[in-house]
Protein backbone atom coordinates (compact mmCIF):
# COMPACT_ATOMS: atom_id res chain seq x y z
CA UNK A 1 0.00 0.00 0.00
CA UNK A 2 1.63 3.25 -1.04
CA UNK A 3 1.30 6.42 1.51
CA UNK A 4 -0.93 9.30 0.56
CA UNK A 5 1.42 12.38 -0.86
CA UNK A 6 1.47 14.82 1.38
CA UNK A 7 2.30 18.66 0.15
CA UNK A 8 6.18 19.42 -0.94
CA UNK A 9 8.27 22.32 -2.22
CA UNK A 10 11.46 22.19 -4.05
CA UNK A 11 14.40 23.21 -2.54
CA UNK A 12 18.26 23.18 -3.21
CA UNK A 13 21.47 24.95 -2.01
CA UNK A 14 22.38 28.20 -4.63
CA UNK A 15 25.29 26.58 -6.12
CA UNK A 16 28.00 30.05 -5.63
CA UNK A 17 27.18 31.13 -2.10
CA UNK A 18 25.70 27.84 -0.43
CA UNK A 19 22.43 29.64 0.63
CA UNK A 20 19.18 27.39 0.78
CA UNK A 21 16.53 28.33 -2.02
CA UNK A 22 13.22 27.32 -2.81
CA UNK A 23 11.78 27.15 -6.24
CA UNK A 24 8.93 29.48 -7.14
CA UNK A 25 5.98 29.07 -9.01
CA UNK A 26 7.49 31.09 -11.31
CA UNK A 27 10.86 29.58 -11.47
CA UNK A 28 12.54 31.91 -9.71
CA UNK A 29 14.93 31.06 -6.61
CA UNK A 30 13.91 32.19 -3.78
CA UNK A 31 16.00 32.62 0.15
CA UNK A 32 12.68 32.68 2.11
CA UNK A 33 10.43 29.52 2.16
CA UNK A 34 7.18 31.18 2.39
CA UNK A 35 7.65 32.26 -1.24
CA UNK A 36 8.04 28.64 -2.43
CA UNK A 37 5.31 26.95 -4.93
CA UNK A 38 2.78 24.49 -2.77
CA UNK A 39 3.05 21.88 -4.53
CA UNK A 40 0.11 19.47 -3.76
CA UNK A 41 0.86 17.16 -6.77
CA UNK A 42 2.62 13.96 -6.83
CA UNK A 43 2.79 14.02 -10.53
CA UNK A 44 3.85 17.94 -10.54
CA UNK A 45 6.25 17.92 -8.09
CA UNK A 46 8.51 15.13 -10.37
CA UNK A 47 7.87 17.52 -12.68
CA UNK A 48 9.54 20.35 -10.54
CA UNK A 49 12.17 18.31 -8.80
CA UNK A 50 13.30 17.49 -12.69
CA UNK A 51 12.99 21.01 -13.91
CA UNK A 52 15.22 21.94 -10.38
CA UNK A 53 17.88 19.14 -10.96
CA UNK A 54 18.24 20.48 -14.63
CA UNK A 55 19.63 23.75 -13.31
CA UNK A 56 23.16 22.63 -12.70
CA UNK A 57 24.84 26.15 -13.01
CA UNK A 58 22.46 27.98 -10.49
CA UNK A 59 21.79 25.38 -7.49
CA UNK A 60 22.75 21.84 -6.55
CA UNK A 61 21.35 19.06 -4.11
CA UNK A 62 17.78 19.86 -5.14
CA UNK A 63 15.09 17.88 -3.18
CA UNK A 64 11.31 17.68 -2.54
CA UNK A 65 10.59 18.47 1.39
CA UNK A 66 7.42 18.40 3.34
CA UNK A 67 5.50 21.01 3.65
CA UNK A 68 2.09 22.73 4.89
CA UNK A 69 -0.24 25.71 3.98
CA UNK A 70 0.43 28.85 6.16
CA UNK A 71 -1.06 32.33 6.50
CA UNK A 72 1.86 33.85 4.73
CA UNK A 73 2.42 30.73 2.21
CA UNK A 74 4.05 27.71 3.04
CA UNK A 75 5.86 26.37 6.03
CA UNK A 76 8.13 23.52 6.75
CA UNK A 77 6.92 20.37 9.09
CA UNK A 78 10.09 19.17 10.02
CA UNK A 79 12.49 20.77 12.21
CA UNK A 80 15.11 20.07 9.52
CA UNK A 81 13.89 22.46 6.88
CA UNK A 82 12.24 24.40 9.79
CA UNK A 83 16.26 25.11 10.48
CA UNK A 84 17.50 25.28 7.10
CA UNK A 85 15.17 28.33 6.64
CA UNK A 86 17.26 30.47 9.10
CA UNK A 87 20.54 30.04 7.49
CA UNK A 88 23.95 28.86 8.98
CA UNK A 89 23.79 28.27 12.31
CA UNK A 90 27.86 28.98 13.14
CA UNK A 91 27.85 33.11 13.18
CA UNK A 92 25.52 35.56 12.35
CA UNK A 93 25.65 35.74 8.54
CA UNK A 94 23.36 35.52 5.05
CA UNK A 95 19.77 35.47 6.65
CA UNK A 96 20.08 35.55 10.17
CA UNK A 97 22.14 38.95 9.37
CA UNK A 98 19.22 40.38 7.18
CA UNK A 99 16.67 39.22 9.79
CA UNK A 100 18.46 41.23 13.09
CA UNK A 101 18.56 43.67 10.89
Not at 27 to 43: C, G, K, R, T, Y
Not at 62 to 89: M, N
Request: charged share 25%.
Amino acid sequence: MSRRFTPKVVTANRLREGDVVFLTADDQWSPFHHEAELIEDEAHAQLRLLHAAAQKLLVVGAYLADAKAGPQGPEPVHFREDFRTRGPSNYNHGKQADYAS
